[in-house]
């Protein structure tokens, strides 16, 4: 299995396989922990999020300060900030891509995480000084005003990556959600303000409720095989259709997962739960199995296999439409209890 080449790129960047770990906290919020997961196969790290909220905050505060001076009282010892805004929210954050870069040699991306308009070139510029191979942003927001048009909240997603395209020469990756009207329609305008690449899809975890404390409590959900199907979906309708490169985030339990993506068109595929759940060798065993898969099929590397299952080379296009839809709802049907 040695002879298989698992190369591939991603925004520009040489990997040796499309076995990435996603942002996720208990995975790349240690530095520490990233020389296992890369001794493990993981071809590249992306960060867990950087909060935007936070940075926001940080810097009313600090504009607070440049108001009041750093040390107010009726008789002021200064009028100057005692916090440069260099310094601020991001400080940690970018000491973690720092001392990730120095730690391994497998590429780093950071991720960006926000709702709104605000700091984020800002952000940006701070994390490609500190080292970043790229950065991936995530758009998330839960519109709750019914007098807010969906198109307003879609120009202002479109209007942060051009601001962030604007202002750093690093390659940019949109997580977008898969809720917007026209999916195809907003990726070609994220690729038109400056993304070189769209990984499918920001997952977002929901709340609970508490039926004895009555209190709102967080209930994270690991992915499942069930969430690989939206992914697979959509590399396969937007695969040739624009230059962005295209990745896969949710549901890879196997290397048959990652086959699957692959060949739909699929650059890349992150992992997260299933190491969550298993561990970091689990990494060895998708690379593992995604190897012998390709060994026993005759293939020798990644390029012979990728886009073969895209709509664009599918000889019924309306598989990846509403007739596969149909279909599925008839052979369910049919296999019932009833």
């Known amino acids: 299995m040695s002879r298989i080449d698992l190369r591939t790129s991603w925004l520009g960047l040489p990997l040796a396989s499309p076995l990435v770990v996603g942002a996720c906290a208990p995975l790349s919020a240690d530095p520490e922990r990233l020389p296992l997961l890369a001794e493990h196969g993981a071809a590249a790290v992306v960060l867990h999020s950087l909060f935007l909220e936070q940075v926001e905050r940080d810097w009313l505060e600090w504009e607070h300060h440049q108001q009041h001076g750093s040390q107010s009282h009726p008789e002021s010892l200064s009028y100057q900030p005692s916090v ?28 960006l995480n926000g709702l709104r308009p605000g700091h984020w070139a800002e952000a940006a510029r701070a994390i490609e000084q500190a080292g970043a191979s ?12 019914p007098r807010l048009p969906g198109a307003e909240i879609e120009a202002q997603h479109v209007a942060i990556v051009h601001a962030v395209g604007a202002a750093v020469a690093l390659p940019l990756a949109i997580k977008p959600s898969s809720s917007y009207t026209n999916l195809a329609h907003m990726a070609a305008q994220f ?20 039926i004895e404390t009555l209190e709102i409590r967080p209930n994270p959900l690991l992915s499942t095989a069930a969430d690989l199907r939206a992914p697979l979906r959509w590399i396969a309708l937007l695969e040739g259709r ?11 339990e196997s290397g048959t997962d990652v086959v699957r993506l692959l060949m739909v068109g699929a650059r890349i595929t992150q992992v997260v739960s299933s190491l969550l759940r298993h561990g970091p060798g689990h990494l060895r065993q998708l690379e593992n199995e995604l190897r012998a898969w390709l060994e026993a099929h005759g293939h ?13 080379r599918s000889p019924d296009p309306e598989e990846f439409e509403r007739a596969q839809y149909m279909r599925a709802l008839g052979s369910y049907a049919q296999q019932g209890p009833w």
Do not use: W
């Open 242 to 252: 624009l230059e962005l490169e295209l990745a896969a985030s949710g549901g890879v």
């Open 300 to 312: 020798s590397s990644l390029k012979e296999l990728r886009g073969c299952m895209s709509q664009r």
């Open 84 to 111: 440069d805004p260099a310094h601020l929210g991001l400080d940690g954050y970018l000491q973690e891509i720092e001392t990730a870069r120095r730690r391994v040699d497998i590429p780093i991306l950071a991720s």
């Open 191 to 210: 690729q038109a303000a400056g993304a070189r690449g769209l990984v499918l899809f920001n997952r977002f975890y929901q709340p609970d409720i508490d």
């Open 134 to 145: 790229a950065l991936e942003l995530n758009l998330y927001s839960v519109p709750t005003d």
